[in-house]
């Protein structure tokens, strides 16, 4: 069976949304963050680089968001659920696919690091600097390009029902964590399609059910 090493407000969820998808078997173990933002030591034991989210299927470890949505699509989506046919959509649900953790997580995963350089666990004598060269990077350089980011999801989405095309693809999940967590930071209000698209996916049953096997996301702003 498969095991899902699961890391509180984490990646891992939109695995547990992918498997309900598929309707396929799967157990969870769970791992909480001890105090900090890093995942605990336990995690090394199932993967050298101790991060989440991370599965084994028999005698196999799959990591990586994108590697495992991958393999889970193509081992058991027995019912062509989530396949594509059209070549543009394959194109561009890989795109997104790969989008999500090579250019827009990056951006988002710095804007909270700079976001946090005035509080605990900086020193407290080094908090005032760190507020301020935080606010620094993300007025200058961080806030600039997620918003671009922003707006190039937001065109795409004003035309497009879901990432791939006219079809819900893997490329979805993927791209869920990125928009809860700019839902988070209220970026989303501005932005009626990329809203509409996360109230859609939310809809879904099987959201629902991953939700209720791996918790709500409580993602910090």
Do not use: C
């Not at 069976?1 to 890391?7: D, F, G, N, Q, S």
């Amino acid at each position: 069976m498969i095991t899902v090493h699961h890391l509180d407000n984490s990646r891992s969820q939109r695995i547990l949304w992918l498997l309900e998808e598929l309707e396929v078997p799967y157990q969870i173990k769970r791992y909480q963050r001890e105090g900090t933002l890093l995942a605990p030591e336990a995690l090394k034991k199932v993967h050298p680089l101790g991060k989440s989210p991370v599965i084994t299927d028999e005698n196999r470890v799959v990591a990586e968001s994108g590697a495992i949505l991958e393999y889970l699509s193509t081992k058991y989506d027995h019912e062509y659920r989530l396949q594509l046919t059209d070549a543009d959509e394959i194109i561009a649900s890989r795109y997104w696919l790969h989008y999500a953790e090579g250019s827009l997580m990056p951006l988002l995963v710095m804007s909270l690091i700079f976001g946090r350089m005035g509080k605990p666990p900086v020193p407290w004598l080094l908090r005032p600097f760190g507020a301020m060269l935080g606010k620094g990077v993300q007025k200058g350089f961080l806030n600039k390009q997620i918003a671009r980011h922003q707006q190039f999801i937001e065109q795409h989405l004003a035309s497009h029902p879901w990432f791939a095309g006219q079809h819900f693809s893997i490329a979805d999940v993927q791209m869920s964590f990125p928009l809860l967590a700019m839902a988070k930071r209220g970026a989303l209000q501005q932005l009626p399609h990329s809203q509409a698209w996360l109230e859609k996916v939310q809809a879904r049953p099987a959201w629902r059910r991953g939700v209720q096997q791996g918790g709500e996301l409580q993602l910090s702003d």
